[in-house]
């Protein structure tokens, strides 16, 4: 059974920084994509950012390039999001997904975790 487990949210003020961790378990971590999305209350989900774990590529929302920077622990099946310089609109629920089924970095992907929620404060 594949689950994804994420954790590392919380509130903080503008400016700070908040490191997510998605812990993956069932599931063949090697070779695959794994991305971070984010939905706001009445706003589409959105890719934020996203890892091949072959080669650790990476792809990164405009609206996040040079704060969040995505990386992997390939011995523990972690993916993480380090987050920097924390913004309002930064405010999210944040989600975790693995094996893109269909499309580029932010197309479908197969599986998702519950979410861990990102609150920043002004």
């Known amino acids: 059974q594949v689950q994804l487990v994420e954790s590392g949210g919380g509130s903080v003020q503008a400016g700070g920084s908040l490191r997510l961790s998605c812990a993956v378990s069932?599931?063949?971590?090697?070779?695959?994509?794994l991305a971070w999305f984010r939905q706001a209350p009445g706003k589409q989900r959105e890719g934020v950012a996203a890892?091949?774990?072959?080669?650790?590529?990476?792809a990164y929302a405009d609206s996040v390039k040079g704060r969040f920077t995505i990386s992997q622990d390939n011995a523990k099946n972690t993916v993480f999001l380090q987050m920097n310089n924390l913004k309002p609109e930064d405010t999210a629920m944040y989600y975790c997904?693995?094996?893109?089924?269909?499309?580029?970095?932010?197309?479908?992907?197969?599986?998702w975790g519950r979410g861990t929620q990102v609150t920043v404060s002004s």
């Open positions: 997904a693995a094996e893109l089924n269909s499309g580029s970095w932010f197309g479908e992907y197969k599986y």
């Open positions: 890892i091949f774990t072959g080669d650790s590529s990476t």
């Open positions: 069932g599931y063949s971590y090697s070779k695959t994509y």
